[in-house]
């Protein structure tokens, strides 16, 4: 039986319209941090709702994923300029430009090594940066690949989406690749998080979310709206994910056994990109027009859902 409970589902305005909250992470001070693309400024958003903008050096570098550090810091990704930006929870910024020229640097994620790891959308390379700003890059296996988002895996090493190869990526600490393709053609997978056992990855192009283990298997589950266009995806706990869904005004909720259930966003048109598990339990989402929205599955409240029990048409995959 379909669930009638949801979410309570509010939002905060950070910003203008014009500024682009895209992506989201929660910080080491308790306090939620953006990155507002369109504006060349990082924001900082407080569970109460008060929020902080700190320039950066260049308006136009485009600050797109942003992620918390090993050092306390918050690093995140400039794809215009080409460099990895570091802001402490004080303010103080920095930015480290990456070796490959016009790399168009995306996803960033913390490793397992103590240093940060980045895609490289435009040169097919993943990159890696140390605290201290030492960046070593390398170069994929194949070309044209697009990778985007990444993410630490529970087997010490980081995977990654590889939009235009429709693959899964995996590269070890020493730089060992991997390339695991999609069962679905021309799923362009985007968001990719780990819950600890697998990996959780959408399919922007097919209107899926995938799971994989880390020995390969690969399941897909398609979504109730097939043009939903999920974005990004984040973990709450094993076997519990969530993801939006910028093409349909909605963030989604997949179970280990695949049953989605989806939730509509209060604006219309809202543009739901970046999301991040809260240090208050809530899911936290960026909204390209200007707005953070916020998710709570503690305090339910009774109004009509969409959701889906484990799809019978799901693919599955054994590498």
């Given at each position: 039986m379909p669930s009638s409970e949801t979410p309570a589902v509010g939002e905060i305005s950070v910003a203008d319209r014009s500024a682009g909250p895209y992506g989201i992470t929660a910080g080491p001070d308790g306090a939620l941090w953006l990155t507002l693309v369109h504006s060349g400024r990082i924001a900082r958003l407080t569970l109460d709702g008060q929020v902080e903008e700190h320039p950066l050096d260049s308006p136009g570098c485009r600050p797109t994923v942003i992620t918390q550090g090993p050092d306390g810091a918050l690093w995140f990704t400039r794809y215009q300029d080409h460099r990895i930006g570091r802001i402490t929870v004080d303010g103080e910024t920095e930015s480290f430009r990456v070796p490959t020229p016009d790399s168009g640097p995306f996803g960033i994620t913390a490793g397992p090594d103590g240093a940060l790891w980045f895609t490289q959308m435009n040169t097919d390379r993943i990159g890696r940066i140390?605290?201290?700003?030492?960046?070593?890059?390398?170069?994929?296996?194949?070309?044209?690949?697009?990778?985007?988002?990444?993410?630490?895996?529970?087997?010490?090493?980081?995977?990654?989406?590889?939009?235009?190869?429709?693959?899964?990526?995996?590269?070890?600490?020493?730089?060992?690749?991997?390339?695991?393709?999609?069962?679905?053609?021309?799923?362009?997978?985007?968001?990719?998080?780990?819950?600890?056992?697998?990996?959780?990855?959408?399919?922007?192009?097919?209107?899926?979310?995938g799971r994989i283990s880390v020995d390969g298997e690969i399941e897909e589950f398609p979504l109730p709206d097939r043009t939903a266009r999920p974005h990004a995806v984040v973990a709450a706990a094993t076997g519990d994910c969530w993801f939006t869904e910028w093409g349909a005004d909605r963030v989604g909720r997949i179970t280990e056994h695949g049953e989605i259930t989806e939730y509509d966003l209060p604006s219309p048109s809202s543009e739901p990109h970046g999301i991040a598990l809260g240090p208050d339990g809530a899911l936290w989402v960026a909204l390209e027009t200007g707005a953070v929205a916020r998710v709570d599955p503690q305090h339910l409240r009774r109004s009509p859902v969409r959701s889906r029990p484990m799809n019978p048409e799901r693919v599955r995959r054994i590498l």
């Open positions: 140390t605290t201290e700003g030492e960046i070593t890059e390398f170069a994929l296996p194949l070309a044209g690949a697009l990778p985007s988002a990444i993410t630490a895996g529970p087997d010490g090493a980081l995977w990654f989406t590889l939009n235009q190869a429709h693959a899964i990526g995996r590269i070890t600490v020493d730089g060992d690749f991997a390339v695991h393709p999609l069962p679905t053609p021309g799923a362009a997978p985007v968001g990719i998080a780990g819950d600890g056992v697998a990996l959780w990855f959408v399919e922007i192009a097919a209107g899926r979310i």
